[in-house]
């Protein structure tokens, strides 16, 4: 055989070994993966924040564009992954990390994953999933009746329907809210006499037809970002998505949203879909649902709610009360990958309705054929991963009462929380948590005291540099890298239309502890003693100065 | 303490324990996951599809609505899954099965998607994500080059660039897609003077402003459904999706592609995009990417290239000819489940102007802040796995040389196989495999005889009957679960535009060899055997009875 043949047969062989099951666990292949699971565990078990080491540090790892030439061993590989990947990712489950919708994730979640991932299914259709199609199936019906109860005469007629799906399963929220407004406009321009619908004759054609100048979606501004990029890519556009002012408790005004519906009905612009949230993503608040249930009836408009955070409240005996209305919505986004448990990449949209979906039905020859129980005939995406296995084991494994006690957990441990802040002399809550969100900042009482005293030209210019103050200490508390909360800018009920930056810290992981909320707050206390700190509060205290001498004169 | 409490904190406790990493292996939940480990080992050992239960019969196993009140132990819940999931899931790994996209998978993908799940990092910001942040962009840089070559002086600055990304990554080639032609809807619409762009103020407002009547895209019969669903999502219309019927070779027809540009011109109808295939789901050819690139460059439109399937075949020196053009498209599609090799989940648009992702960008308050390098600035989906790390697994631990392995494997045994079937007197090539799948059918010899002496009525009835023919054997075949290969409708080139069932091969597992593919003919040959099909084939003889006789008489 010549030399480069032999080559090429060696090399053959070694990806022969790569794509085979190792038989035995002390191959080499086995011996990585065992000690992988042990790895895991031990990274998993260290309940601390990853260690800070800049971004452009970490990069200087991930530069080449070059795709190498040669194999690598897999044991190299691992070593590197341990060392550049796994060392300086963040501990999204360490309970210290409560600045995002991150939780500890259920341990049996790994070995469920791994058949997940070894099945290798493609939900697109039947014939490269066979049982994880009834499995999503009967996924999407037990969260379909989390959400509207329908009774169980209902059921059994549309879980397996070849013609219809009661939700559809996605990657995520963002895939979610789309597909909900997506089919939202899809119904508004059904086919309809000459008019041969939206799907196929687009939007411009559409809204001729129907005679109105424009489309518009009304959600409050606390709505996700997700609906902007949904307005954009349905060729609404972003200025079509109407963003109402909230009240107090980041809840949409309904005053506001009226006269907004009212503006829009005078300009001939058509309202597609009001969207209440139930959790938003900043404050955790709910919209106050049943109204909008009832403008969406009285508007003759889709009602979309956007659950993606707030839905499994619906677990709660006690707390379920607040998502009251959800059930009057058409269709509602629920997350699996925040407080269902399940990881990243799994979220789903319900539909009231069991034909909805059938407006963004597709087919194509080779699959997702007329009448076969194929998935992707109602999807956004295309081929799509068993992530449906995930959430059936935590509604299966954890099932509904322990669902319900992760809720009440998350939502007490939040106003325990709340209350802490509110009597802590230096800082300020600036979001009552509804349900297991809320929002602070640094602001001294005295600090506070001096601005009541202000004119409002000096309270934005103190605000200001008690934005700089709280943008300072949550940087380093995160680069310090014990805890971690987020932080983002919301209007204040104080400061008119005002926008200052805040603290915000999300309940949702079992494993955080009182104590650890209350070292994540002691440690704020320690970062607001630095120098830097210091001077933008005295520059504070300075803005007070000449108010506070001639208050004194006027006193003398 | 009273008993509602008492089994409330036992209630707690357990759910901690959930929560937790096991500290031991021999610790009931290590035990369970040691188990599974095992378990898929063995599972995809044995290299068989799965036998067939209907799906009727399936669905009896996931009936219920009911979320489960009470928790279910996790052995319990375990061992439902390998009764009545795994044991009826699709082998797609299955070295017969040769139907769809799927392969066995590199075994070293298992325990890095372990690793991956465990992190449980999300990708839509750095916040979440850190290392995972530089690794995804790196990624993205590699398949750049991969496609478009630029020198290396090219690179540095826009890898890690945090106004601009070099691509998105996303669930799969559906959302790439999708990604696409909303970059080039918004990109032809952009802010000019008081016209704020087309993401602004949607679609209708900016045909006005372009003065066009309407706006297509131009593909191949070919092209893969998600451009239907794009075309519809963006508000352009299926019936603005203009699909130009092939030659021969299910390459698009350029003269019929001019001719419908000249018709659109014609009508006052913007091209927004010609889309170009590297790799047709169906038959695995490769458009004309030059002449496409000419004709775009000369309407001044944007060119995409769907290379989900064959985008890889750039690994190979031999092969990559095949895709030339492609370095001029504005942006192409890969998806890294198919031939990356990665667990389902993984795609990917690259774009030739790192500035182009730009025209979709948006930003939030507490994520996404300008000036920040979150990849979710510049991605349809928000919350995103951190999937990237099993993309450079497989580019790192495979290399360039073994995935050009991969790909000459496939396409010689494609070839080699399309040779076979062309000999076989029972079988009918329907389409030359150019990269790596073919399609054929089960047609004699005799009968393609007598088909040539009928008119063209009969032929039609004649192909009815044998697509009656295929569909029966490809169905008793797929439920025997020795072997699958799967079937679509595709025209003829012998019979003008009628649209004939052919079985489809697609060949990208390693482990398929030249014997099995042998099998999978010579069940098929069995199967014709049936009465049923014999019956038929008796029918298609008598269609051609009264000619034959006719003739005879003739020759007489």
Chains 1, 2 share one sequence.
């Not at 000459?194 to 004759?201: Q, V």
């Not at 934005?460 to 934005?467: S, W, Y």
């Not at 995160?478 to 239309?497: I, M, N, P, Q, W």
Request: proline residues 4%; aromatic residues 6%; negative net charge.
């Amino acid at each position: 055989m010549p030399k480069s043949k032999q080559a090429a047969r060696a090399n053959l062989e070694s990806l022969y070994r790569i794509f085979t099951v190792p038989e035995a666990p002390d191959s080499t292949l086995g011996a990585i993966d065992q000690a992988i699971c042990d790895d895991v565990a031990g990274f998993l078990g260290t309940h601390i924040v990853a260690l800070e080491r800049t971004l452009e540090d970490i990069e200087a790892d991930f530069l080449s564009p070059v795709i190498p030439e040669e194999p690598t061993y897999v044991s190299e590989y691992t070593e590197f992954v341990k060392q550049k990947l796994v060392a300086q990712s963040v501990h999204t489950a360490a309970p210290g990390f409560v600045g995002h919708m991150t939780s500890a994730l259920p341990y049996f979640m790994l070995p469920l994953a791994r058949i997940m991932t070894a099945l290798n299914q493609n939900l697109v259709k039947v014939e490269t999933s066979k049982a994880f199609t009834p499995l999503e199936r009967q996924v999407l019906a037990m969260l379909h009746r989390l959400v509207y109860r329908a009774d169980a005469a209902f059921y059994p007629q549309w879980v397996h329907n070849s013609q219809h799906a009661l939700g559809a399963f996605c990657s995520g929220g963002t895939i979610a809210n789309i597909t909900a407004l997506w089919v939202a406009r899809n119904r508004l321009f059904a086919p309809a006499g000459d008019f041969k619908g939206i799907a196929a004759e687009g939007l411009p054609r559409s809204l001729k037809h129907l005679g109105a100048d424009g489309l518009a979606v009304l959600v409050s501004r606390r709505g996700h970002y997700s609906l902007g990029k949904a307005a954009d890519l349905l060729g609404i556009g972003r200025d079509n998505l109407v963003m109402i002012d909230t009240d107090a408790d980041n809840r949409i005004d309904l005053d506001l949203l009226r006269l907004e519906l009212q503006r829009l009905k005078s300009e001939n612009i058509r309202v597609l879909a009001l969207v209440g949230i139930a959790g938003t993503t900043e404050t955790g608040n709910v919209d106050p649902l049943h109204a909008m249930a009832d403008l969406a009836a009285t508007e003759d408009c889709h009602f979309h709610v956007d659950a993606a955070w707030g839905g499994p409240t619906l677990f709660s005996e006690k707390y379920a009360p607040l998502l009251s209305g959800i059930e009057r919505a058409d269709s509602v986004t629920l997350d699996a990958h925040k407080q269902l448990y399940v990881p990243m990449g799994a979220g789903m949209v319900v539909f009231k309705d069991p034909t909805a979906l059938s407006a963004i039905e597709h087919h194509a020859a080779y699959i997702l054929r007329h009448g076969s129980k194929d998935l992707g005939s109602h999807t956004l995406e295309g081929s799509r991963p068993g992530k449906a296995l995930l959430v059936h084991a935590g509604l299966s494994i954890i099932g509904r009462k322990g669902y319900e006690l992760l809720i009440d957990l998350g939502i007490e441990r939040a106003r325990h929380f709340a209350e802490q802040v509110r009597q802590h002399a230096d800082f300020e809550l600036t979001s009552e948590p509804e349900l297991n969100i809320l929002t602070y900042r640094y602001a001294p009482r005295a600090i506070l005291g001096l601005m009541k005293t202000m004119c409002l030209a000096q309270k934005c210019q103190a605000n200001l540099l008690l934005d700089q103050i709280n943008q300072l200490i949550q940087k380093v508390q995160r680069e310090a890298g014990k805890t971690f909360v987020s932080r983002t800018r919301l209007r204040s009920r104080d400061y008119g239309t005002k926008v200052i930056t805040v603290l915000r810290v999300v309940l949702a992981n079992p494993l955080t502890t009182d104590e650890i909320l209350q070292a994540v707050l002691e440690e704020q206390l320690t970062l607001a003693q630095h120098p830097e700190v210091r001077e933008l509060l005295e520059q504070i205290e300075a803005l007070a100065a000449p108010l506070s001498i001639s208050q004194t004169s006027t006193e003398d």
